[in-house]
């Protein structure tokens, strides 16, 4: 008798696992569907849109879009822009980190606040104030036209105006590794006698490199694909200073058919552009997602 009970609680708790398995495999499905159906939806087929009205008109529109002299005017710009600005995050990123890694000072949460700022502020603004201190009637304007100075409405505005929105990324991804990692092997390399700039490149970059990469890159895509800042302090003047989301945005309000077409293929660009810094950056986690891992399990302290 009290085998038998046994033996059905056994097979009730086993009917009972398997329903909760199904159930679970089922709930599984589910969520994988929806999250390949809104990736499906907001990612994947407004980029396959762009590449489609890009050959809409066929490719002798498209080519002579990608080739107007304008349009590579604004490819030479954006490429400098972001040539200019991400080696200068870079070394402000490096700085900062280093800076609030490694140090106690009074301010520090205030230059931490600081550094997020680019990303509670509406790129509109940080265009404005720049108009505002560099503009002709600006705080300096003055001063940098009687030198023939030029900010606002030239490239150095755009570069201003790009390594302010893009200027937490590097610093952001780096903090959080520094932190994991302390301050230990440092503090022994200057035990043994060895130089800031030795310390630096011989034991801190190496232990950082592939968080500095990662930055570097989402650096580059911001800087490349500004639009609301550069957009103030340009002046919108083709062939001189509008960068490719500026230019693409010009072409597109041009109405007609063609044009319209010509702006998506200067847009089909621009995604290019994107989609190679992503393929560098899946590379990138792909050729060394380990090596990063494996950095930040020794960072962590023991129990």
């Given at each position: ?23 679970g495999?089922w ?16 990612l994947?087929?407004?980029?396959l ?5 890009a050959?809409?008109k066929?490719?002798?529109?498209f ?6 002299p304008d349009?590579?005017?604004a ?17 402000f ?20 606040a600081?550094?997020d ?12 104030v ?11 304007g003055?001063?940098?036209e ?7 409405f030239?490239w150095p505005?755009?570069?201003l ?34 130089g ?11 232990r ?21 800042a ?33 702006a ?21 986690e ?18």
């Amino acid at each position: 008798m009290e085998r038998g009970v046994l033996m059905a609680a056994v097979a009730a708790y086993a009917a009972n696992t398997a329903r909760r398995s199904r159930s679970g495999r089922w709930r599984h499905a589910l969520l994988i569907a929806l999250a390949l159906l809104c990736v499906g939806v907001l990612l994947v087929l407004p980029l396959l849109a762009v590449f489609a009205e890009a050959f809409a008109k066929g490719w002798a529109v498209f080519a002579a879009a990608v080739t107007d002299p304008d349009a590579l005017a604004a490819v030479r710009l954006t490429l400098t822009v972001a040539a200019i600005a991400v080696p200068a995050n870079t070394v402000f990123g490096l700085a900062a980190a280093w800076l609030l890694t490694h140090h106690q000072f009074r301010g520090k949460a205030l230059l931490g606040a600081l550094i997020d700022l680019p990303f509670s502020v509406s790129p509109v603004v940080a265009g404005l104030v720049c108009v505002l201190v560099y503009g002709v009637h600006g705080w300096f304007g003055g001063w940098l036209e009687a030198h023939g100075l030029r900010v606002i409405f030239a490239w150095p505005g755009l570069v201003l105006a790009t390594v302010f929105v893009a200027f937490p990324f590097v610093a952001r991804e780096l903090i959080p590794l520094m932190q994991a990692q302390g301050s230990d092997e440092e503090l022994a390399a200057r035990t043994l006698g060895a130089g800031g700039w030795q310390i630096f490149f011989r034991v801190t970059l190496p232990r950082i490199r592939w968080a500095l990469l990662y930055g570097v890159l989402l650096c580059t895509a911001r800087s490349m694909g500004e639009f609301g800042a550069v957009s103030v302090v340009s002046g919108h003047l083709p062939g001189l200073t509008n960068t490719l989301p500026l230019q693409v945005d010009q072409v597109y309000n041009g109405g007609s058919d063609t044009a319209i077409a010509s702006a998506f293929a200067l847009a089909s660009l621009l995604a290019c552009l994107g989609l190679v810094t992503l393929l560098a950056k899946r590379l990138m986690e792909w050729r060394h997602g380990g090596e990063l891992a494996h950095s930040l399990r020794r960072s962590e302290p023991s129990a």
